[in-house]
């Protein structure tokens, strides 16, 4: 009995330890953000020789467009801490960065900021126009993305956070784990997977293109031209299926899917949501 109780004592004295380093630790912590501290940024990059661009943010809204006859990359940009006074919060700003890399064909740009916030905010919004023929690769952590006008191909990888897409004609791959999806967009072909959210809006598919929407928990609200050319399925596990203004061939439905062949049957259209209903229109 002896030996237990000292090794009980032991262990709450270990913990208590503990407690207080965690508390040492935590001197640098703040328990607010109601004081906001932010500076405005913006550079030129010689784009000459390179074709692709990437992006890496953290918290914060990232807007790309694109733009031709121009060799530039043009960033502008906001950085903001938030903290429980305005000191700190001017103090931790010279912590938080933009910087930009070059290697091969590729331009990085990306946020540096402190591993542990300690309960401040930091926050790095960022504007870019592109030329016109570049490949993106979009990586945010949270925050909205809008991409808009660009003509290669464009990779998209948000967690959390709203995605809008205007004007694109390469191939796209988006990957969002929570928010919605808006689409207005030419695309030769497309990838998008959606975990929790919606996705809406208008997609004009190419000749021999394919469109592959996947969602776990939401809706598919999908206008597509009435002379697509595709071999179209959709299916569901828990909701339901309507397709409106479209002509099919080879057309079967049931309970959980609907397929069929529309125009020529040279692309493809496939949408899944898993609890959610589909909606597609003609138009």
Excluded at 36 to 61: H, K, M, T, W
Excluded at 187 to 205: P, Q, Y
Aim: overall charge negative; hydrophobic content about 35%; proline content about 1%.
């Amino acid at each position: 009995m002896w030996k237990i109780k000292h090794s009980i004592l032991f262990i709450v004295f270990i913990g208590f330890l503990s407690r207080c380093e965690r508390i040492l630790d935590c001197n640098n912590c703040v328990h607010n953000t109601n004081f906001s501290v932010e500076e405005n940024f913006s550079f030129e990059i010689d784009a000459e020789g390179f074709s692709s661009f990437e992006i890496q943010g953290i918290n914060g809204n990232i807007e790309i467009s694109g733009t031709s006859g121009d060799s530039l990359i043009h960033i502008l940009g906001t950085r903001k801490v938030k903290s429980d006074s305005r000191a700190d919060a001017e103090e931790h700003l010279d912590l938080l960065e933009v910087e930009w890399l070059q290697w091969n064909e590729k331009i990085l740009v990306r946020t540096i900021q402190p591993d542990e916030t300690h309960g401040r905010s930091y926050e790095v919004e960022y504007h870019i126009k592109l030329p016109y023929i570049f490949y993106s690769e979009i990586l945010n952590i949270n925050g909205n993305v809008s991409i808009d006008s660009m003509g290669n191909s464009t990779d998209i990888r948000l967690t959390n956070g709203n995605i809008e897409i205007n004007n694109l004609e390469g191939a796209q791959t988006v990957d969002l784990t929570n928010g919605n999806i808006f689409i207005d967009s030419h695309c030769g072909s497309s990838d998008i997977n959606l975990t929790n959210g919606n996705i809406d809006g208008e997609s004009t598919l190419s000749k021999q293109g394919v469109c592959k929407i996947y969602v776990t928990n939401g809706n598919i609200n999908l206008d597509i031209p009435q002379s697509t050319s595709a071999e179209f399925s959709a299916k569901i596990t828990n909701g339901s299926i309507s397709t409106n203004n479209l002509t099919f061939s080879n057309f079967q439905q049931s309970k959980y899917s609907v397929s069929g062949i529309l125009g020529n049957g040279e692309g493809e259209v496939d949408l899944v949501t898993t609890n959610g209903t589909i909606r597609v229109k003609g138009i």
